[in-house]
């Protein structure tokens, strides 16, 4: 599949303060980007996605920024709290069946 | 809510065992997906299925067959099990067009021995 990269493997921030995850993706044709958390011990669920037509969605204190030209785009998590603290994956979806190709996941810690 | 219901959670097998891992769905999907998990690899795709019948290879399926006799259920075959296979299993499904959320199963833990 097309690679994925994803950055910071892991990232610690203090509660209140704010937490972006980069990814970057090599198909140009790619037109769907989703997040999806994992917490501890539990399935990864959607989060939040956006589609290429747009440069920006938010919803409450999460939001993802597309680049298209720079083929990247970020997840931002605004005033983190503990129950934050999860491991983050980023999606690309690669050639038939909308399969997904997931980064290698941010594990996030929010600290009091 | 969609659900994705894999039948074991926890399974310790011999190297050399055959171990099947089930996983059914119960929104009519028609993609259904096996993924391993593993530190600091993400999640890898083993096999999909887009049908009944049908399936494709993922990024990682030596070792690995799957079968999809029925639109709900979709099964993870080991043959002869072995030690870096210890792992954990996602099954998960999704619609057929792209773009729409992929559900997730809540893991199957493979510890072999």
């Known amino acids: 599949g097309e690679n994925v990269e994803q950055h910071p493997s892991t990232l610690s921030v203090q509660e209140g303060d704010s937490a972006v995850i980069k990814c970057t993706y090599s198909?140009?044709?790619?037109?769907?980007f989703p997040w999806y958390k994992q917490e501890l011990g539990k399935r990864p669920q959607l989060i939040i996605d956006i589609r290429s037509n747009v440069g920006e969605k938010k919803d409450q204190r999460i939001a993802v920024t597309l680049n298209k030209t720079a083929k990247h785009f970020s997840l931002h998590i605004t005033e983190t709290q503990p129950e934050d603290s999860a491991v983050y994956f980023c999606a690309d979806p690669t050639g038939t069946a909308s399969k997904l190709t997931f980064g290698t996941g941010t594990r996030l810690q929010v600290t009091l | 809510d969609v659900k994705v219901t894999q039948s074991s959670r926890y399974l310790v097998k011999r190297t050399g065992e055959k171990v099947f891992l089930e996983c059914v769905q119960d929104?009519?999907?028609?993609?259904m997906f096996w993924y391993r998990q593993d530190p600091g690899l993400g999640l890898r795709l083993i096999y999909f299925?887009?049908?009944?019948?049908?399936?494709e290879k993922g990024d990682i399926p030596e070792g690995y067959s799957v079968s999809r006799e029925k639109k709900e259920r979709f099964s993870l075959i080991l043959e002869s099990a072995s030690t870096n296979q210890t792992s954990m299993y996602l099954c998960?499904?999704?619609?057929?067009?792209?773009?729409?959320?992929?559900?997730f199963g809540e893991g199957s833990w493979l510890t072999v021995v």
């Open positions: 299925s887009y049908d009944v019948k049908m399936k």
């Open positions: 929104m009519d999907h028609e993609n």
């Open positions: 998960a499904s999704s619609l057929d067009t792209s773009g729409n959320t992929i559900y």
């Open positions: 198909d140009s044709a790619s037109n769907y």
